[in-house]
């Protein structure tokens, strides 16, 4: 069964930076892509970041510039740099994770990130 557990979310005031972490369990397979989505209160989850096991990445135009996704693909972990943060960065930050391209999704439970003004 795989798990991801997301880290590193909190209160942090605009202008701050915050680093999340997503750690998985449950399998010896490497993940073909691993990411970060959001979902703000009221609105749909949406796409923040995602690297491949090959290291291409793509950031939503939102966090462009201000945010950097990382993996260690033997470690099965996936980092969240985030910079120069926003009150409308408050969302709720969740791990994402599949194996193949088209295969299931997995997700972690979600860490709490809020941005004061």
């Known amino acids: 069964q795989v798990q991801l557990v997301e880290s590193g979310g909190g209160l942090v005031q605009a202008g701050g930076s915050l680093r999340l972490s997503c750690a998985a369990s449950g399998t010896t397979r490497i993940f073909y892509s691993m990411g970060w989505y959001r979902q703000a209160p009221g609105k749909q989850r949406e796409l923040v970041a995602t690297?491949?096991?090959?290291?291409?990445?793509n950031y939503a135009d939102f966090v462009k510039g201000r945010t950097t996704i990382s993996r260690d693909n033997a470690r099965k972990t996936a980092d969240l740099e985030m910079n120069n943060l926003r009150p409308e960065d408050t969302a709720v930050y969740y791990c994402?994770?599949?194996?193949?391209?088209?295969?299931?999704?997995?997700w972690g439970q979600g860490t709490q990130v809020t941005v004061s003004s």
């Open positions: 690297i491949t096991n090959g290291g291409r990445t």
């Open positions: 994402n994770a599949q194996i193949h391209p088209f295969s299931q999704a997995y």
